[in-house]
């Protein structure tokens, strides 16, 4: 069926009717999520609508969701307000007008960044869409909307950050939760978004039921706990307010029982009396008392109060213009004889209380009934000029002595009242703390009195049943109604957390679900083009991985966990002179059959379950072995194993390095070190002897240029002789040939040879020798002799030639406990930092320049720490660079038992 311009045009008209009614329908209801007191909404389903529908149906649909916003705000104005006035429709189409932008830009927004493209089939639209769309989006509508409700009073501008965050939050909720929805019944293309249907949309829907039941249950039992909470708060003011008004009843009764108890009170008297009330009780305006006065007794009552000093006093009342004239002829009177305090309330002094009929009921109803009685309310002039309401509280003086059982009794012996003037409003400011005036509104009224002029105070504007709280207080015969209601800013400081969280965790979770649900499904559609990519990936990298193997210049074997070879590449199987792949099945064991091989092999490959469990993956080590080549012969190899796990799998990779070169070159250069050695040292010792002969004088006098080349030919002469024998003794070490003659000998004598024998050679730098020691001659040791001078005399000879001209170097032998601790301290250049961890390895010294000045070759102490700990010693050192070096050994005292043993071997050669 062809479309023409008239179906067109009635299917977009249709579709802007159902975007107005299913956006206004939602945003009506969405008042139901919110949470009270208020009207703030977690969730504004409709935003999400609006996006939805303008990204699917284009920018024609936005006057659908202009008229939509305009009805769902005026529905919502209905329900908060209970009406629409002009500030209503301006309100509404402002929200209508940011709602409409808001849709509008993050639709621009969208299509942007996505290039029209609506499948969201990567995680980078997925992404885009929601922070675009949603987040950046919905800071349009929140804005102008919270903004222009401020400028119309409807929200205070206190309150402008919470309702943008509150407003913000449910429109990005609503975008996060409804626009996925959305775009799975309308979005492009379909093939697409059709086959979400399943995977998105009921997923969504579900998880958005239980999120919406989650958070009706939480906040029905947050409504319940802050209605307690409130209900607690309102029954401690009214119990407060109770026992206040109690306590003015007492006073009256106090003042009651004065005249009770005395025959007479005087004006003095009664304002000692009242004095502390008053000071304490700040609402009352004034306490008087008032005699009962008959119309025989006025003259001689008034003569009376004269005689007191107040002249022109008669008893008044208050005519029609409110002014104060004598009182007219009756059959009784109630004038105010004292009352206090005096100087703020002398006009009413002489004031007839019974000259109007609500006062004179009051005091007769007190008179019958024996009970205090409060009147109606009274408008009363404050002395600063202000109204405010107050009541008169009478409390029935009788005579002394006279019977008081029935009425009759009670009228007959009735004398006068004690009257109060009580600021009923100021009682209840009284009894609420600072908190208690921020946090609730009090109205406060005379049940019995109709209309606004019972009304003592009155700060509810509107009556929120679900928060009222009222009690009834009984004060005076009368009834009083005390209403309370939170105030704004006890909501702000009572907010219901717990069904925020749950509202926004559960739709933050929906979000994100909606998110994955998309990035899911977007997956699925590339997963059969993603696995033939990685396919063939996978079989390059087999390829490379295989090619390097097989040409790498080490061995490289795998096995199992029981020995038997896996795999092995060519180089391996060159070095042990096996055909291409006849390695593979063979057991590791049999290329390696010496003990100790075997050993090593077995404790890595049959490790057991528990050294398993402790070993670190990947960690490696390495061992020098014998493999057997196919054709018997042997082969130094260095095996390192790593035992590597795959899935469930167990593979020790061993790694094969060849060392056949190694050691030929070892052997050659063991062989060349001592060739040389013995063969320059007949010929050095016959040049050295001839050197000194000369240097001596035995062939006469020789010319003194002469004599300083014969000298220095001389010293290079010993140096020589020092270096092969260092490299002796070091080949002698290293390879186990030296010999050790270990005697038990007296430590002092071996201590003082030896610096005996270096005493010349100090000499010679200017250098002086300081011994010290505190070990007894009978202390003994056993060592090699010869060893131990030579030890000693390395570490002399160093102090010596590092020291400073003119210097001395400081030699300490002390006793620790089983030990005997030799320390050769001098103060020379000492040793870096930087030097310090590589100073005992050969061939080493600080720098090349200290080689040549000082004469050293680098061996010395490294003989001289592999000597000491062969003797059964350690060597260590502390220095200071620029201050010093204190190096030291330490060697085991020979015990009683040792003594004897060494008595009946006097002597033994160990290598």
Known sequence: MRSTPESDTRQLLWQMLVLAILYAALGRLSLLLAIPPGYAIAIYPSAGVALGMVLTGGYRLLPGVAVGAYIANLLINQSIFGNINTNSLIASTIVAAGATLQAFTGSKLVLKKLQDNLALDSDKAIFQFFIYGGIIACLINASISVTALVALGVIPWQDFFNNWIGWWIGDTFGVLTIAPIIMVIYGKPREIW??????????????????????????????????????????????????????????????????????????????????????SQKAISFLSWVPRVDLQQRQSFEVTVLREGFANYQIQEMNEFQQLVEVSVRDEYYPIRYIEPFFDNHQMFGYDMGSTTARRIAIEDARDSGHLTVTDPLIFNETDGREQLHVLLFAPVYENGKPQETMEQRKAAFSGAAVSMIRMADVVREILSNE?????????????????????????????????????????????????????????????????????????????????????????????????????????????????????????????????????????????????????????????????????????????????????????????????????????????????????????????????????????????????????????????????????????????????????????????????????????????????????????????????????????????IQYETQVDHAVLVRVDSQRFVQVLSNLLSNAIKFSRPHGQINVRATVERDQIRIEVQDYGIGISEEFKSSIFQKFTQEDAKAARKYAGTGLGLSLTKTMIEKMGGQIGFSSTENLGSCFYIVLPLVTAGTTATAAATPSTTEA
Request: neutral net charge; aromatic residues 8%.
């Open 194 to 279: 059709y086959a979400r249907r399943w995977s998105v949309m009921v997923p969504l829907l579900i998880c958005l039921m239980l999120v919406i039941t989650a958070f009706a249950f939480t906040r029905y039992r947050e409504e319940q706990k802050q209605q307690l909470e409130f209900r607690l708060k309102a029954e401690r003011i009214g119990q407060n307010l109770q026992n206040k008004l109690d306590t003015h009843a007492d006073i009256m009764r106090n003042i009651e029982r004065l005249y009770a108890s005395s025959q007479q009170v005087s004006r003095s008297d009664f304002a000692t009396f009242v004095s502390h009330n008053l000071q």
């Open 436 to 768: 208690d005036m921020r946090s609730v509104r009090i109205k406060f009224y005379d049940l019995s009195y109709p209309g606004k002029k019972g009304i003592f105070i009155d700060e509810i504007s509107g009556l929120n049943q679900g928060y009222l709280f009222q009690s009834t207080i009984n004060f005076g015969g009368r009834q009083f109604a005390l209403q309370a209601q939170p105030s704004s800013e006890y909501w702000r400081t009572h907010v219901a957390w717990i069904t925020w969280i749950t509202m926004i965790g559960g739709l933050l979770f929906t979000g994100l679900l909606g998110a994955y649900l998309l990035v899911a499904t977007a997956h699925t559609f590339g997963i059969e083009s993603l696995v033939a990519q990685r396919t063939a990936e996978l079989h390059d990298s087999e390829e490379r991985l295989r090619t390097v193997l097989d040409n790498a210049a080490e061995g490289i074997l795998t096995t199992n966990e029981n020995g038997l070879i896996e795999s092995a590449n060519r180089s391996a199987e060159v070095l042990l002179k096996y055909a291409h792949g006849s390695l593979r099945g063979r057991n590791i064991f049999s290329l390696f059959p010496d003990p100790e091989s075997l050993q090593f092999l077995t404790t890595h490959l049959r490790a057991t379950d528990r050294e398993k469990q402790f070993e670190v993956a990947g960690k490696s080590e390495r061992r020098e072995l014998l493999a057997k080549q196919k054709d018997g012969q042997d082969v130094p190899v260095e095996l390192a194993i790593t035992r590597v796990r795959l899935g469930l799998q167990v593979l020790y990779v061993i790694i094969v390095h060849d060392l056949s070169e190694k050691k030929r070159v070892e052997k050659l250069k063991t062989e060349f070190v001592s060739a040389v050695s013995h063969e320059l040292r007949t010929p050095l010792t016959s040049i050295r002897g001839v050197l000194g002969l000369l240097v001596g004088g035995v062939a006469g006098e020789i010319p003194e240029k002469a004599q300083s080349m014969l000298m220095m030919a001389n010293d290079n002469a010993k140096r020589l002789t020092t270096l092969i024998n260092d490299l002796l003794d070091f080949e002698k070490l290293e390879y186990g040939s030296m010999q050790f003659h270990f005697e038990t000998l007296p430590l002092a004598e071996l201590i003082d040879s030896t610096l005996q024998s270096n005493q010349g050679y100090a000499q010679s730098f200017d250098i002086g």
